[in-house]
């Protein structure tokens, strides 16, 4: 499993992403943003971060880098592509998910354990782990406070678009268990085809007991499977 | 070296340049025998120019006048330690190949102005220190003070200054892994704002800041050269007063994470690149002690020109140039005939680099205008020749007279003490510190074994078996009631909380924050706290590898409680075998390694019940202390604790439900009984020095206590852990205290929210 991680300058979690996906058994490269091509990738997994300080808006100037053409024609092929938290952000701004994140509710940045529930096990990133499941990972972002036009979020429910979602650690959708108010506890969700997730909890945080809770684990055991039964799609 | 009376009749005042009078060497912050000196110096009067480098340079802040005698008594060895003070940061061996560095400082005076900018680039100056060294850096921890949170301006600064070092250090990717947050009226005017960065290197990645070898070029590098910050140094050393905030804003810098992020990649891939020879962060008095330090460093010279500094404005002088304190800038000495490799290095991290100067054999600090000479100053004495003092210190009689307070109607409480034991859960000193840690990013770089909240953050290091634990740690109340006492407990805590999680107490770095030490009952707090700090140190083998000193933390001629901040590190063999502070399992064994007293002094029962700062700080015992440290150490690797938590603020109490609460997601019950004869305020509040509570399956319980005995360590069992959501009770011969646990966590962890999280507004 060849893993293209893209490097922003200001991405802060693609030594995390590298170590994840290296544990697991994938073979992770960093990818300079300047590159445009990403050709013999299995996969593609854009890190959290502050890419270019998220100045203007989170993710809003990544999305014009070079490589973000390649990575848009790596998704077109049905390439899987995983972006986190700031990765989540820069796929939303260039048009590959739908909707925004935007400041989180609490108007502070949001540092913490949450509890998610795995809405969809038929993806590539969540084929490990069982429906409903409930995974403990860490968040840690500033703007994670999903939202959308109505339209657009009727569409989202509408075909299951939803991936994960914020809920206590009894399973339960409440607000006291939404960390920054996003739209129906909406942590995580897909692109029409399935195959580019964006999520604001950070699975590579959490892949190790030592460091508190393997929850994040699935996903890229779940990637490792699922490509290993599909032929490479770069 | 030149003869330091050589006159250089080249160097002209510059058209323009201010004449030099009396009011302006004042303004200056120097003395008239100050100003001889320079003079002699020289062999002539000093240019405007001269006049402000010597001005930063000789600033307390840079060249230590009033601390660095007693600074000397402090002990700086140990077979661990690879660099001691003097250096950008100090570097301990950590074994396995691997090297710390670590260092605190402070922040204080651009807080008190603009607390998020002020603490935003506190961090940012913090990390620079680090990374110059060739870690990468790998933990920050934060030591914050302010007055009660009741006066809305203090909410307005903590708020601010919360902010400000999560955003800049989320946005770098730096993990915070702890610190501490203390509410005082002492600090009203006053906050502290002290950060603490550690990095990892391999042993063989060390470089140190100096300039070496003649004609190598100095450049310039990151962010360019702007107006801001002229004079932060100077400012830094003299008294705020009720006008400091407005006129002083201009002298606060502002912070760029982004960029630093993009220094922090560069300058690690420059120093791994071998194309340079030294390397040192424009902080403080920027380009003039960064190159002034790196040439007295390497018994060099340097010449800059300053025409060539890349700068942000037109028509900057030089005095501007050299004296801004503009951020994410680093000045590197490369290997002549290398400047390309680094620009290149640099380009691809979007950063500018510039060759303003180069390094010389002549001993002299040069500065050339367009090729003629603005200053031209003998290198050493600029950086070593600033005049040191030894003040006179007598201890202030109204302080003697609080520390000698009779306190024995504050024991007379009896019954039911669970109302004042919910007060005190609830006061926002001994309230959970969620509210800040949550808005600090705390698991970047997957690292993190412990996260804040505990005795002290964890961080693995990858690759090795082991673990690096750190802390911060001072009782500013102690420190003003008895200096040479709360300095040695200062150390001795922050010994503890590292021992708690099963780490052996290395070294520390140290935040001297003081009043104006031209006052002798200031200089006297210095001095006793200097000589308890040292006492500790020797008696805990930790040595100081450097710090921080910052004077004048007064407002209107009211000082700050002396507040020694010791940050201290320590190393785990076997990071698995860590020790958290939560109790884990229903059934297991309290016991209490130690001796419950009836101290009072100091307290916050005190503080919360009588809103006294008074009495004398608890005792502390130095070699029953380095005993504990040891028994814990012997606990935790032998794998027979469940949890260990240092009682300290508040008492066992509150050291109790601080176990028993953990983070509040799985809070336990607590039942507990102590018969010592002891009133039972004193066995709740007091904070007797030299105790802590650990927890253990009831199998392990005879072992636990056995390896205690071993050392000489008091210790017995005092309880029982309960059920999730249980009873926390604590009976005693002449009172109890008895709630659901569910009611603690609700006043503690609701404690700061409930105060916080309404629209805050900034005052004037």
């Given at each position: 499993m060849r893993v293209a991680v893209i490097t922003f300058p200001g991405s802060n979690c693609d030594y995390d992403l590298y170590k994840a996906v290296q544990l697991v058994g994938g073979r992770p490269e960093f990818v300079w943003h300047r590159e445009r091509t990403l050709d013999g990738f299995d996969a593609v997994m854009l890190p959290g971060g502050f890419s270019y300080g998220d100045y203007l808006r989170a993710g809003a100037i990544a999305r014009i880098s070079p490589v973000m053409e390649a990575v848009a024609e790596f998704a077109r092929r049905g390439g899987p592509v995983l972006g986190i938290c700031n990765g989540f952000q820069i796929l939303c701004e260039a048009g590959l998910l739908p909707g925004a994140l935007v400041r989180n509710a609490s108007l502070k940045f949001e540092s913490r354990d949450v509890h998610l529930r795995v809405e969809r096990t038929d993806t590539p990133f969540t084929g490990d782990y069982a429906a409903g499941q409930i995974l403990r990972i860490p968040i840690a972002h500033g703007e994670g406070n999903y939202e959308a036009d109505p339209e657009t979020l009727k569409r989202i429910e509408g075909e299951g678009l939803v991936v994960f979602r914020y809920v206590d650690a009894e399973g339960r959708v409440t607000e006291v268990a939404n960390p920054n108010g996003s739209w129906h506890n909406i942590a995580g969700l897909v692109n029409e085809a399935g195959n580019v997730l964006g999520m604001m909890p950070h699975p590579e945080r959490a892949v190790e007991r030592l460091l508190g809770s393997t929850g994040g684990l699935g996903v890229f055991t779940s990637l490792l499977h699922s490509l290993a039964g599909s032929a490479p799609a770069g | 070296m030149s003869d330091a009376t050589t006159t250089n009749p080249e160097v002209r005042p510059r058209p323009g340049d201010p004449e030099i009078t009396p009011e302006l060497v004042a303004e200056h912050g120097l003395s008239p025998e100050e100003y001889e000196r320079i003079v002699k110096i020289l062999g002539r009067a000093p240019t405007f120019t001269e006049l402000g480098v010597f001005s930063a340079m000789w600033s307390e802040h840079c060249g230590y006048k009033n601390s660095k005698r007693m600074l000397r008594l402090l002990p700086t060895d140990a077979p661990w330690v690879i660099q001691g003070p003097g250096e950008n940061a100090g570097v301990i061996d950590v074994g396995e190949g691997y090297a710390l560095a670590f260092k605190i400082e402070s922040h204080n005076h651009p807080s008190a102005v603009e607390p998020y900018q002020g603490a935003a680039t506190g961090v940012g100056g913090i990390l620079r220190d680090i990374f110059t060294m060739g870690a990468r850096p790998v933990a920050v921890l934060d030591s914050l003070r302010f007055g009660d949170l009741d006066s809305p301006r203090v909410r307005y600064l903590f708020d601010g200054v919360v902010k400000g070092i999560g955003d800049y250090g989320n946005c770098v990717g730096i993990p915070n892994i702890g610190g501490e947050t203390v509410f005082d009226r002492g600090y009203e005017g006053n906050p502290i704002v002290n950060a603490m960065c550690l990095g990892l290197m391999k042993r063989e990645e060390l470089i140190t800041a100096t300039a070496s070898g003649e004609g190598n070029p100095l450049m310039a590098v990151g962010a360019r050269t702007g107006r801001d910050g002229i004079h932060g140094a100077t400012f830094a050393s003299e008294e705020l007063s009720e006008d400091s905030d407005e006129a002083s804003r201009p002298q606060v810098q502002v912070g760029d994470p982004f960029t630093e992020k993009l220094l922090l990649e560069a300058s690690l891939e420059l120093i791994a690149s071998g194309a340079i020879v030294g390397i040192q962060d424009m902080g403080a008095a920027g380009i003039t002690s960064s190159a002034s330090e790196m040439a007295g460093r390497g018994g060099s010279g340097v010449e800059l020109e300053m025409s060539a500094v890349p700068v942000r404005e037109e028509g900057m002088t030089p005095y501007e140039i050299l004296l801004s304190e503009s951020q994410e800038r680093m000045l590197v000495v490369a290997k002549r005939g290398r400047e390309d490799e680094v620009r290149r290095i640099l380009e691809k991290w979007e950063l500018e680099a510039e060759v303003i100067g180069r390094v010389t054999s002549d001993g002299r600090f040069r500065v050339l205008e367009h090729g003629v000479p603005v200053a031209d100053i003998p290198a050493l004495p600029l950086t070593e020749g600033c005049p040191t003092y030894e003040r006179e210190g007598v201890e202030s009689k109204e302080i003697r007279a609080l520390r000698e307070t009779d306190l024995s109607e504050h024991l007379i409480p009896r019954g039911d003490l669970t109302p004042?034991?919910?007060?005190?859960?609830?006061?926002?000193?001994?309230?959970?510190?969620?509210?800040?840690?949550?808005?600090?990013?705390?698991?970047?770089?997957?690292?993190?074994?412990?996260?804040?909240?505990?005795?002290?953050?964890?961080?693995?290091?990858?690759?090795?078996?082991?673990?690096?634990?750190?802390?911060?740690?001072?009782?500013?109340?102690?420190?003003?009631?008895?200096?040479?006492?709360?300095?040695?407990?200062?150390?001795?805590?922050?010994?503890?909380?590292?021992?708690?999680?099963?780490?052996?107490?290395?070294?520390?770095?140290?935040?001297?924050?003081?009043?104006?030490?031209?006052?002798?009952?200031?200089?006297?707090?210095?001095?006793?706290?200097?000589?308890?700090?040292?006492?500790?140190?020797?008696?805990?083998?930790?040595?100081?590898?450097?710090?921080?000193?910052?004077?004048?933390?007064?407002?209107?001629?009211?000082?700050?409680?002396?507040?020694?901040?010791?940050?201290?590190?320590?190393?785990?063999?076997?990071?698995?075998?860590?020790?958290?502070?939560?109790?884990?399992?229903?059934?297991?064994?309290?016991?209490?390694?130690?001796?419950?007293?009836?101290?009072?002094?100091?307290?916050?029962?005190?503080?919360?019940?009588?809103?006294?700062?008074?009495?004398?700080?608890?005792?502390?015992?130095?070699?029953?202390?380095?005993?504990?440290?040891?028994?814990?150490?012997?606990?935790?690797?032998?794998?027979?604790?469940?949890?260990?938590?240092?009682?300290?603020?508040?008492?066992?109490?509150?050291?109790?439900?601080?176990?028993?609460?953990?983070?509040?997601?799985?809070?336990?019950?607590?039942?507990?009984?102590?018969?010592?004869?002891?009133?039972?305020?004193?066995?709740?509040?007091?904070?007797?020095?030299?105790?802590?509570?650990?927890?253990?399956?009831?199998?392990?319980?005879?072992?636990?206590?056995?390896?205690?005995?071993?050392?000489?360590?008091?210790?017995?069992?005092?309880?029982?852990?309960?059920?999730?959501?249980?009873?926390?009770?604590?009976?005693?011969?002449?009172?109890?205290?008895?709630?659901?646990?569910?009611?603690?966590?609700?006043?503690?962890?609701?404690?700061?929210?409930?105060?916080?999280?309404?629209?805050?507004?900034?005052?004037?």
């Amino acid at each position: 499993m060849r893993v293209a991680v893209i490097t922003f300058p200001g991405s802060n979690c693609d030594y995390d992403l590298y170590k994840a996906v290296q544990l697991v058994g994938g073979r992770p490269e960093f990818v300079w943003h300047r590159e445009r091509t990403l050709d013999g990738f299995d996969a593609v997994m854009l890190p959290g971060g502050f890419s270019y300080g998220d100045y203007l808006r989170a993710g809003a100037i990544a999305r014009i880098s070079p490589v973000m053409e390649a990575v848009a024609e790596f998704a077109r092929r049905g390439g899987p592509v995983l972006g986190i938290c700031n990765g989540f952000q820069i796929l939303c701004e260039a048009g590959l998910l739908p909707g925004a994140l935007v400041r989180n509710a609490s108007l502070k940045f949001e540092s913490r354990d949450v509890h998610l529930r795995v809405e969809r096990t038929d993806t590539p990133f969540t084929g490990d782990y069982a429906a409903g499941q409930i995974l403990r990972i860490p968040i840690a972002h500033g703007e994670g406070n999903y939202e959308a036009d109505p339209e657009t979020l009727k569409r989202i429910e509408g075909e299951g678009l939803v991936v994960f979602r914020y809920v206590d650690a009894e399973g339960r959708v409440t607000e006291v268990a939404n960390p920054n108010g996003s739209w129906h506890n909406i942590a995580g969700l897909v692109n029409e085809a399935g195959n580019v997730l964006g999520m604001m909890p950070h699975p590579e945080r959490a892949v190790e007991r030592l460091l508190g809770s393997t929850g994040g684990l699935g996903v890229f055991t779940s990637l490792l499977h699922s490509l290993a039964g599909s032929a490479p799609a770069g | 070296m030149s003869d330091a009376t050589t006159t250089n009749p080249e160097v002209r005042p510059r058209p323009g340049d201010p004449e030099i009078t009396p009011e302006l060497v004042a303004e200056h912050g120097l003395s008239p025998e100050e100003y001889e000196r320079i003079v002699k110096i020289l062999g002539r009067a000093p240019t405007f120019t001269e006049l402000g480098v010597f001005s930063a340079m000789w600033s307390e802040h840079c060249g230590y006048k009033n601390s660095k005698r007693m600074l000397r008594l402090l002990p700086t060895d140990a077979p661990w330690v690879i660099q001691g003070p003097g250096e950008n940061a100090g570097v301990i061996d950590v074994g396995e190949g691997y090297a710390l560095a670590f260092k605190i400082e402070s922040h204080n005076h651009p807080s008190a102005v603009e607390p998020y900018q002020g603490a935003a680039t506190g961090v940012g100056g913090i990390l620079r220190d680090i990374f110059t060294m060739g870690a990468r850096p790998v933990a920050v921890l934060d030591s914050l003070r302010f007055g009660d949170l009741d006066s809305p301006r203090v909410r307005y600064l903590f708020d601010g200054v919360v902010k400000g070092i999560g955003d800049y250090g989320n946005c770098v990717g730096i993990p915070n892994i702890g610190g501490e947050t203390v509410f005082d009226r002492g600090y009203e005017g006053n906050p502290i704002v002290n950060a603490m960065c550690l990095g990892l290197m391999k042993r063989e990645e060390l470089i140190t800041a100096t300039a070496s070898g003649e004609g190598n070029p100095l450049m310039a590098v990151g962010a360019r050269t702007g107006r801001d910050g002229i004079h932060g140094a100077t400012f830094a050393s003299e008294e705020l007063s009720e006008d400091s905030d407005e006129a002083s804003r201009p002298q606060v810098q502002v912070g760029d994470p982004f960029t630093e992020k993009l220094l922090l990649e560069a300058s690690l891939e420059l120093i791994a690149s071998g194309a340079i020879v030294g390397i040192q962060d424009m902080g403080a008095a920027g380009i003039t002690s960064s190159a002034s330090e790196m040439a007295g460093r390497g018994g060099s010279g340097v010449e800059l020109e300053m025409s060539a500094v890349p700068v942000r404005e037109e028509g900057m002088t030089p005095y501007e140039i050299l004296l801004s304190e503009s951020q994410e800038r680093m000045l590197v000495v490369a290997k002549r005939g290398r400047e390309d490799e680094v620009r290149r290095i640099l380009e691809k991290w979007e950063l500018e680099a510039e060759v303003i100067g180069r390094v010389t054999s002549d001993g002299r600090f040069r500065v050339l205008e367009h090729g003629v000479p603005v200053a031209d100053i003998p290198a050493l004495p600029l950086t070593e020749g600033c005049p040191t003092y030894e003040r006179e210190g007598v201890e202030s009689k109204e302080i003697r007279a609080l520390r000698e307070t009779d306190l024995s109607e504050h024991l007379i409480p009896r019954g039911d003490l669970t109302p004042t034991f919910l007060l005190m859960m609830g006061s926002p000193n001994l309230a959970s510190k969620r509210w800040v840690y949550h808005q600090y990013d705390s698991t970047v770089r997957t690292n993190t074994v412990v996260r804040p909240g505990g005795d002290a953050g964890v961080i693995r290091i990858r690759g090795t078996k082991r673990g690096v634990a750190a802390t911060t740690d001072c009782n500013g109340r102690y420190v003003y009631l008895e200096p040479r006492t709360g300095a040695m407990i200062a150390v001795a805590e922050a010994a503890r909380n590292v021992a708690c999680v099963g780490a052996l107490p290395s070294a520390i770095t140290n935040n001297l924050n003081f009043g104006n030490p031209e006052k002798p009952h200031i200089y006297y707090q210095f001095r006793e706290a200097v000589l308890g700090m040292a006492d500790a140190c020797r008696v805990f083998e930790t040595p100081v590898t450097g710090g921080n000193v910052s004077f004048y933390n007064e407002t209107d001629g009211q000082a700050i409680y002396p507040t020694p901040v010791i940050g201290m590190v320590g190393v785990l063999e076997d990071v698995e075998k860590v020790v958290r502070h939560h109790f884990r399992s229903p059934g297991d064994a309290i016991v209490l390694l130690g001796t419950n007293t009836d101290e009072m002094g100091g307290s916050e029962y005190l503080y919360v019940t009588a809103g006294m700062v008074a009495g004398a700080p608890p005792r502390v015992d130095l070699l029953a202390e380095r005993a504990l440290q040891q028994a814990l150490l012997d606990m935790s690797a032998a794998e027979v604790l469940s949890s260990a938590h240092d009682c300290s603020q508040g008492g066992l109490a509150c050291t109790l439900a601080e176990s028993a609460l953990g983070e509040g997601e799985r809070p336990l019950g607590v039942e507990v009984e102590l018969d010592d004869d002891l009133p039972p305020v004193a066995l709740l509040f007091a904070e007797s020095q030299g105790r802590v509570v650990v927890s253990c399956p009831l199998e392990h319980l005879d072992d636990v206590l056995a390896r205690a005995q071993r050392y000489g360590v008091p210790a017995r069992r005092i309880g029982t852990v309960g059920e999730p959501e249980g009873t926390f009770r604590v009976t005693m011969r002449d009172g109890s205290v008895s709630c659901p646990v569910a009611q603690i966590a609700e006043v503690f962890f609701g404690a700061l929210p409930r105060i916080m999280d309404v629209p805050a507004t900034a005052e004037g």
